[in-house]
């Protein structure tokens, strides 16, 4: 049995207080935080005071009182700290800012095709700059930088491996990062995704998290871990056979989930942009039709394998998540006709940061880090 001196113990109970309060949807006061905890007022006022002069933790108006001097209302401090997520695709260089309660302060995307070169992972540094300081980002505050990539790292080995969609193998870490001066943190970009989603959905015990873009993928969270499997393979749930012998997909087999769902079928596949897809779609494009319907049937099957095998909720992430709100009900119906059990299809939420998922979710490394530390 592990055994605390006292300065690790007042640690932990500081850290308690401030997991308390980071965890509520609006201000407490000493007096609540004391009543959940089971913790004396005299030790949650200490830990208060010293989260406060550290900035941490801040005054927030009062309540009223029920007698004698109003209560104060306690909140997490603003901009106190940052932590930037950028994901790489195809075509795309995407970078986020969040705050310690991981909310969106900054975002930006850059045009910029991917390429394993030097000149390439140079730009990303100067676009990071770049972003810094047009949104007047307080370096001194930034805990870290994430970077998310549709591909697996191999943190002994140095290097990530790529997937088929960026058509590269295997790349540096260190080259990746070479060009960023501040902490770094790289990881898939669908286990990123699912990070984003559990922080935000943490009263699911188990959760999916599909990520749809170019690249199909996901991630699997038990009890809020992310199950990663024998190989690292967990989540690759675009490569499922949905269709045997059907068409071909971009890992050389047929018939997976990929080769009907991923948004190159209704972008690039037609030489046009995911926004006029959906803007011809609204305007009554037959042909569009056919192929959204068509889409949507694959998507169904595929989803609802995942919940035959896992059972549990599904949150739909990645860029069709952005265009995915006024098509939810329609797959929703085609969900529940063909599932084997009764259900509504409410097991099937959209992502809350949509696009943003994984960019937001390679961040929170770094915030889950301070947090930790605290």
Request: proline share 3%; net charge negative; hydrophobic share 35%.
């Amino acid at each position: 049995m592990p055994t605390y001196n006292t300065a690790e113990l007042r640690r932990q109970n500081r850290n308690r207080v401030f997991r308390y309060i980071y965890s509520s949807d609006s201000p407490v006061t000493k007096q609540d935080v004391a009543h959940s905890l089971n913790l004396s007022l005299p030790t949650v006022g200490q830990d208060l005071k010293e989260l406060q002069e550290i900035g941490l933790l801040e005054t927030q108006g009062t309540f009223d009182s029920t007698g004698g001097r109003k209560p104060r209302a306690i909140g997490v401090a603003s901009n106190v700290k940052f932590s930037v997520g950028i994901m790489l695709s195809n075509y795309h260089i995407h970078i986020v800012c969040i705050d310690l309660r991981a909310k969106v302060v900054a975002q930006k995307t850059i045009a910029q095709v991917f390429e394993d070169s030097d000149a390439y992972f140079q730009e990303i540094g100067s676009q990071l700059e770049s972003f810094l300081d047009s949104n007047e980002i307080d370096r001194s505050r930034l805990l870290g930088v994430g970077i998310a990539l549709p591909g697996i790292p191999d943190i002994e080995r140095g290097i990530v491996t790529l997937s088929r969609t960026l058509s590269s193998k295997d790349i540096s870490i260190a080259r990746l990062t070479e060009h960023i001066p501040y902490p770094c943190f790289v990881e898939n970009d669908a286990n990123a995704g699912g990070v984003a989603e559990w922080w935000n959905h943490q009263e699911h015990e188990n959760m999916v998290y599909l990520s749809i873009q170019r690249g199909v993928g996901g991630a699997v969270l038990l009890d809020g871990v992310r199950y990663m499997g024998r190989h690292h393979h967990s989540g690759e749930f675009g490569h499922m056979c949905i269709v045997p012998g059907g068409q071909r997909c971009l890992c050389g087999r047929r018939g997976c989930l990929e080769a009907y769902c991923s948004t190159a079928r209704i972008s690039s596949d037609l030489g046009i942009t995911r926004e006029e897809f959906f803007e011809a779609l609204e305007a009554g494009n037959t042909e569009y039709q056919k192929i959204w319907s068509d889409y949507l049937d694959h998507l169904a099957i595929g989803i609802n394998n995942i919940r035959m095998v896992l059972d549990c909720d599904i949150i739909l992430g990645g860029v069709l998540a952005h265009f995915m709100g006024p098509y939810l009900d329609d797959l929703r119906f085609r969900l529940r006709n063909i599932s084997s059990f009764e259900t509504t299809g409410d097991f099937l939420k959209l992502s809350r940061y949509l696009s943003w998922s994984t960019c937001v979710g390679v961040a929170l490394h770094f915030i889950s880090d301070f947090i930790d530390s605290i």
